[in-house]
Nanobody, 124 residues
Framework: QVQLVESGGGLVQAGDSLRLSCAAS????????MGWFRQTPGKEREFVSV????????LYADSVKGRFTISRDHAKSTVYLQMNSLKPEDTAVYYC?????????????????WGQGTQVTVSS
């Protein structure tokens, strides 16, 4: 199994930046995708970004493209989400997740392991 622990959330103003981190442990060799999702009350968990663990290929939701950057550090078994030009609509609990097989990367239901989530609040 893979265990994930997020950090880096907080309260910022619109236009500010934050970097989220997600440290993986356990069977990290089994990871194919590492993704970031976010969720607001009453809504489903929404895909934000994904990186392939070995190749480093990245994909983004249209709502964050050009503002967010996902990266991974194998030596630290950590994935990062650099969030720039934050907007109030980015306010959510952010979760990192791991998926062990090639396939659908944008659906939360496809992921095997989840972190506990970290709150990001952007004030206007």
């Amino acid at each position: 199994q893979v265990q994930l622990v997020e950090s880096g959330g907080g309260l910022v103003q619109a236009g500010d930046s934050l970097r989220l981190s997600c440290a993986a442990s356990g069977r990290t060799f089994s990871i194919y995708y590492m993704g970031w999702f976010r969720q607001t009350p009453g809504k489903e968990r929404e895909f934000v970004s994904v990186v392939t663990w070995r190749g480093g290929s990245t994909l983004y939701a249209d709502s964050v493209k050009g503002r967010f950057t996902i990266s991974r550090d194998h030596a630290k078994s950590t994935v990062y989400l650099q969030m720039n030009s934050l907007k109030p609509e980015d306010t959510a609990v952010y979760y990192c997740a791991a998926k062990s097989q090639l396939g659908i990367y944008y659906s939360a239901a496809e992921y095997n392991a989840w972190g506990q989530g970290t709150q990001v609040t952007v004030s206007s």
